[in-house]
């Protein structure tokens, strides 16, 4: 067969998804199988090509090995020319090509675990200082009501596979310089599943599993981060034909705050104090995160200064224990002042014999300063 692009074949784009490809391979192997299409070499040979792409792009290795190279062929990339025989599989595999394989292949199985899915939920910082309960909105392939997650329209089971005799893999034999070689490859006709369903349910398709939106209620512990998971088993998409379901991962975002910024286990706040606070100091009440606090502002405390408050701050996963609060403490200047403030201020500044500012005129004052009546 000559070399083919998977991608066009597929009529995909080369950012496609696995979840795409499948989709993609998928519909076009209903399209074009040799049991829809009897008598009909060229959509034989259509699904040959669709096979062979699915093949090469379902595999990470061989789609990589194609992107770089233009080619799935294992002799590029593997480190020079001819096969390189220990690459994916070892001595065993090595024993069974050469001397007619001993070891029985392992037969599939028409059940497929479900996949892993994953959802996110957005906390706020008390919901990391005491935990929370959330509503997580997802979604799965769940099993199809209508043939009972069979895949068939009347109820039957998927039957064996004709080619490659439930295997789910075609051997074949080459003649090399070191003798006969055998080699085996994914089925072209049940894609390596080693079953075909011949009465696909037309509700999903054949895949006995159709797409459901979900929520469900997940407890969030406390001292989460940004980026961390949390696992529950079984939530995730159910399994082919009666497979075990897979898992759902929750991963957790945790929102800006508006008061708060997080470092770690310990938090950090500003307080604008007044020039008159820092100055003569005061002592400060004002909302935490979760409770009122309590601090002490020292006479002359300069603006930026930090006051540490212990066990104000946040837990973590693996403690109950909490981290500290950093307060830095800014100088909050009035942007304007009445005239009896700016008379303090100026007889402030006179007694520690510092310059004082004249008071500043009028648009129209400065205009006509000086000007003589007539």
Do not use: W
Request: glycine share 12%.
């Amino acid at each position: 067969m000559a070399s083919i692009d998977p991608y066009a074949t597929l009529g995909v784009s080369k950012a496609a998804t696995a979840d795409e490809i499948k989709s993609a391979y998928r519909k076009l192997a209903r399209q074009y199988h040799p049991d829809v299409n009897p008598d009909n070499p060229d959509a034989e040979e259509k699904f040959k090509e669709v096979s062979e792409a699915y093949a090469i792009l379902s595999d990470p290795e061989k789609r990589a090995r194609y992107d770089q190279f233009g080619t799935a062929d294992e002799q590029f990339g593997a480190g020079g020319p001819g096969p390189d025989f220990f690459r994916d599989g070892g001595f065993g595999d090595l024993f069974e090509a050469f001397f007619g394989g001993a070891q029985q292949a392992r037969r599939p199985s028409p059940t497929m675990e479900g996949d892993d899915v994953q959802a996110s939920v957005v906390v706020e910082l008390i919901d990391v200082l005491h935990g929370a309960e959330k509503e997580v909105k997802y979604r799965r392939s769940a099993k199809c009501d209508t043939c009972d997650g069979k895949g068939t329209a009347d109820g039957s089971a998927p039957k064996q596979c004709d080619t490659c005799q439930g295997t789910g893999g075609v051997t074949q034999v080459r003649q090399t310089f070191i003798g006969a070689v055998r080699t085996t490859t994914t089925c072209p006709k049940c894609r390596g599943e080693a079953y075909l369903v011949e009465n696909p349910c037309a509700t999903c398709g054949g895949d006995g599993l159709v797409t459901k939106s979900e929520e469900l209620t997940v407890k969030v512990p406390a001292g989460v981060e940004t980026g961390q998971s949390l696992r529950v088993a079984g939530r995730g998409s159910d399994g082919v034909r009666g497979g075990r379901p897979g898992d759902l991962y929750v991963v957790m975002h945790v929102a800006e705050d508006k008061r708060f910024e997080r470092r770690g286990p310990d938090l950090a706040m500003k307080y604008d104090m007044t020039f008159a606070q820092a100055a003569l100091g005061d002592q400060i009440v004002t909302d935490g995160l979760d409770e009122s606090i309590e601090f002490e502002i020292r006479t002359g405390t300069q603006p930026g200064e930090m006051i540490k408050i212990k066990g104000c701050g946040l837990p973590t996963l693996r403690s109950s224990q909490r981290g500290d609060l950093f307060v830095q403490l800014n100088l909050a200047v009035p942007k304007k002042t009445g005239e009896a403030e700016a008379a303090l201020l100026r007889e402030y500044a006179e007694v520690r014999g510092e310059r004082i500012p004249e008071p500043k005129e009028g648009f129209l004052g400065g205009l006509f300063k000086g000007k003589k009546k007539k």
